[in-house]
T-cell receptor, first 114, second 114 residues
Framework: ETGVTQSPTHLIKTRGQQVTLRCSSQ?????VSWYQQALGQGPQFIFQ???????GRGNFPPRFSGLQFPNYSSELNVNALELDDSALYLC?????????????FGPGTRLTVL | EDQVTQSPEALRLQEGESSSLNCSYT??????LFWYRQDPGKGPEFLFT???AGEEKEKERLKATLTKKESFLHITAPKPEDSATYLC???????????????FGKGTKLSVKP
């Protein structure tokens, strides 16, 4: 059984560009949640996908969007990057969308916006 | 507004010196309180879930307790390998349109010196 993987590990972009981050969920998990963790802060919920549909969204603007694929892997897309988007982006997969204690987090993608 | 506050921000202990970390919360309809450990450059690792006031959970040198307004993570006779950031999170009744999402505190960075 493989764990949650994310790619790329690190990424550097400039302001105004677009970025796509990827998450491969753990086998058997149908739910993926994305979080943004700024330096020195706790993770902040962006959105959750359950069986390819968005299933809840935090306080993030529409330029943050996502997808979940039939194999339950997921993408996070961010358009028109801003300096404040620099953060560690975490995905977490779960077999039960209502049970955070069943979530497994990936190692994250470190995004730097210059 | 749903909120989670952790204290202290940082804690330095000598090996064997027991202490407690605090997590206070205000949330409408608490569904669960979660403790995570996060090592540098990694995603959070689940430790405990607490559901109701008076509940306690233990794992090795860690013990988590819950009251109606706060939770404590007690560390007994810590070792250097316990050094990490400890995150507290709550699952609210209806946050972001999904029941599976978490509101995190900023964390307590624990350093244990030999």
């Amino acid at each position: 059984e493989t764990g949650v993987t994310q790619s790329p590990t690190h990424l550097i972009k400039t302001r105004g560009q677009q970025v796509t981050l990827r998450c491969s969920s753990q086998s058997g998990h149908n739910t993926v949640s994305w979080y943004q963790q700024a330096l020195g802060q706790g993770p902040q919920f962006i959105f959750q996908y359950y069986r390819e549909e968005e299933n809840g969204r935090g306080n993030f603007p529409p330029r943050f969007s996502g997808l979940q694929f039939p194999n339950y892997s997921s993408e996070l897309n961010v358009n028109a990057l801003e300096l404040d988007d620099s953060a560690l982006y975490l995905c977490a997969s779960s077999p039960d969308r209502g049970r955070p204690d069943t979530q497994y987090f990936g190692p994250g993608t470190r995004l730097t916006v210059l | 507004e749903d909120q989670v506050t952790q204290s202290p921000e940082a804690l330095r202990l000598q090996e064997g010196e027991s202490s407690s970390l605090n997590c206070s919360y205000t949330v409408s309809g608490l569904r669960g309180l979660f403790w995570y450990r996060q090592d540098p450059g990694k995603g959070p690792e689940f430790l405990f879930t607490l559901y109701s006031a008076g509940e306690e959970k233990e794992k090795e040198r860690l013990k988590a307790t819950l009251t109606k307004k706060e939770s404590f993570l007690h560390i007994t006779a810590p070792k250097p390998e316990d050094s990490a950031t400890y995150l507290c999170a709550v699952q609210a009744g209806n946050y972001g349109g999904s029941q599976g999402n978490l509101i995190f505190g900023k964390g307590t960075k624990l350093s244990v010196k030999p």
